[in-house]
């Protein structure tokens, strides 16, 4: 507590003593006012932070659920192969059709199933016939495993579609 008494007084003055306190609650509210700023500040870079955390791990998830979806087709894709080459569905007679037809309705990821001969032409598909008059020109062929018979195609009909 500091003191202030005047010191040079004049005939019938009055003594007056000045008092300044500063107290706790002078720096407590300094203080409150100084961490209310350094929060002011600091708030919006913590939550930006906080938001891109939260991305960066949506998106993981999101490319993890789309890898396991993709696995998942193919692998029920394979399976479907499988089972039309386990029945021996290697030909068009109409009982081979209906089983290629169950395949390819029963498997979401399959929207065709169709045999092709040795020189890559189409001979029937699951509707029991050729959908186009044109030979079908294959794109792309590859192996799903090194040693696999087991091949996907990248098909389009002649002229139909680019």
Not at 91 to 107: G, H, I, N
Not at 145 to 162: E, L, T
Request: charged residues 25%; positive net charge.
């Amino acid at each position: 507590m500091a003191h202030c008494v005047g010191s040079g007084r004049a005939p019938g003055a009055v003594e007056a003593e000045f008092v300044v306190r500063l107290g706790p609650e002078y720096f407590c509210g300094r203080c409150r006012r100084v961490a209310a700023g350094i929060l002011y500040f600091a708030f919006p870079y913590w939550v930006e932070g906080l938001i891109d955390r939260q991305g960066e791990i949506d998106v993981g998830t999101a490319a993890k659920r789309a890898i396991a979806l993709a696995e998942a087709r193919v692998r029920d894709t394979i399976g479907t192969l499988d089972h039309l080459a386990g029945r021996r569905v290697n030909s068009c007679d109409p009982a081979q059709v209906e089983a290629m037809r169950f395949a390819a309705f029963s498997t979401i990821p399959v929207k065709e199933v169709s045999v092709v001969g040795p020189d890559a032409e189409t001979l029937c598909t699951d509707l029991g016939r050729k959908l186009f008059s044109e030979p079908t020109i294959v794109k792309d062929v590859r192996n799903i495993f090194a040693n696999s018979p087991i091949k996907f195609s990248q098909s389009r009909a002649g002229s139909h579609g680019a």
